[in-house]
């Protein structure tokens, strides 16, 4: 069995900026099972990118190749020009991530987490200050900041972790379904602030919410049992909800020849 080629509908694909993200031929096996298979693309240095899969595909996998808490069983990754594999000090300084269901300490505040963090990244005094007040603006966690956030709901614990992979102001950010758990008003807010860092930042966003997709993204990955299977506009999935879905499961069920 084979997967088809990737379709292609947008001219990004062959970018005329350096890009901030570059993975060439990426796989990651576990044992006989091939979590990630041969996946490249480069994405630009200022722009929102949907990455979309039905669960299992290889997307957290692909992001977690693409930060450096995986390594590669083959293939390569660079972020900002620096390969993860031998430059992971490097890349930590221009990437933030935000994991699906990412670790607190639950008996710590949004405070003190903010703070180790500013440390552990070597931040001065002055420039956590700033860093802190900034990102707790952006995330809206004033109510919450100095209660433990074990005590906090789903969503907030979900804003606490984005302004953590803000925290140092990072270039690129690799987001990881950002808006579980948010209510309708909290989703909205989100879109709100991810539209507004696209304008300076790559965002590599992984949903399960097409409306998002339609509403942010300029460009859409999709990924199925391991291999990119679309990469195009963000519009390139279709003009409304129905069409998107329609041509996800299309590209997510297709059958090798």
């Known amino acids: 069995m084979s997967t088809p080629a990737p379709t292609s509908t947008s001219p990004s694909n062959t970018p005329t900026a350096a890009p901030s993200i570059s993975a060439k031929g990426l796989s990651r096996h576990f044992g006989t099972f091939v979590a990630v298979d041969n996946v490249s693309f480069e994405l630009p240095s200022a722009a929102l990118v949907a990455f979309l899969g039905p669960n ?16 590669p069983s083959s293939g390569t990754a660079r972020v900002c020009g620096m390969d993860v594999a ?3 000090v490097g ?34 005094a002055g420039d956590l200050r700033t860093r802190i007040d900034a990102v707790v603006a952006q995330t809206r966690l004033a109510e919450v900041y100095h209660k433990p956030t074990g005590k906090l709901s789903k969503g907030f614990k979900q804003r606490v972790g984005m302004a953590a992979a803000l925290l140092h102001d990072p270039r690129v950010l690799i987001l990881d379904e950002p808006t579980a758990g ?29 409306s998002e997709v339609r509403a942010l993204a300029q460009r859409v990955l999709v990924v199925s049992r ?18 998107m879905e329609e041509q996800f499961r299309k590209l997510t069920a297709a059958k090798a020849a």
Do not use: C, W
């Open 56 to 71: 299992g595909a290889g997307k957290s996998t692909t992001m977690r190749l693409l930060t450096g808490f995986l390594a």
């Open 86 to 88: 031998t430059d992971r």
């Open 91 to 124: 890349v930590a300084k221009v990437l933030g991530y935000l994991p699906e269901n990412g670790p607190l300490y639950p008996d710590q505040t949004p405070a003190e987490i903010l703070a180790f963090l500013g440390g552990a990244r070597g931040l001065s």
């Open 182 to 210: 948010l209510d309708p008003n909290q989703v909205d807010q989100m879109r709100n602030l991810l539209a507004e860092l696209a304008k300076t930042k790559l965002i590599l966003l992984s949903t399960h919410i097409l």
């Open 226 to 243: 391991g291999k990119l299977v679309h990469d195009g506009a963000g519009e390139s999935l279709g003009r409304n909800e129905r069409e």
